[in-house]
């Protein structure tokens, strides 16, 4: 399983970005899929995650009110959009993926990984 994130870059506080992750694997409407972070120094930690349908979504208090993740069940990709970023939003940013039922913020709970994306939020 090949999970590709990209969109990150360099942003101002204040600024939005969107990050995608896609794969090609059929399977991917099977997937409750999510997305961690990881700053220089940090242990990787939960922002965000999606059940199968999209109807139901998850997210870390520091992110609640700014992130939204969203899916694309057609066109296998799960985005998380990204609002009023702030300089401790900086981190490598990856996707993931479970055949599970449950949306977990335990990076642990997920088998499937994607290479991971940056994100540097500038003051």
């Known amino acids: 399983v090949q999970l590709q994130a990209c969109g990150g870059g360099l942003v101002q506080a204040g600024g939005s970005l969107t990050l995608s992750c896609a794969t090609s694997e059929r399977t991917f409407i099977n997937w409750v899929t999510g997305w961690f972070r990881q700053a220089p120094g940090k242990e990787r930690e939960f922002v965000a995650a999606?059940?199968?349908?999209?109807?139901?979504?998850r997210y870390a208090d520091s992110v609640k009110g700014r992130f939204t993740i969203s899916r694309d069940n057609a066109g296998n990709t799960v985005y998380l959009q990204m609002n009023r970023l702030k300089p401790e939003d900086t981190a490598v940013y990856y996707c993931a993926a479970d055949f599970a039922f449950v949306l977990s913020a335990t990076s642990g709970n997920y088998d499937y990984w994607g290479q991971g994306t940056q994100l540097t939020v500038s003051s």
């Open positions: 999606i059940s199968r349908s999209g109807g139901s979504t």
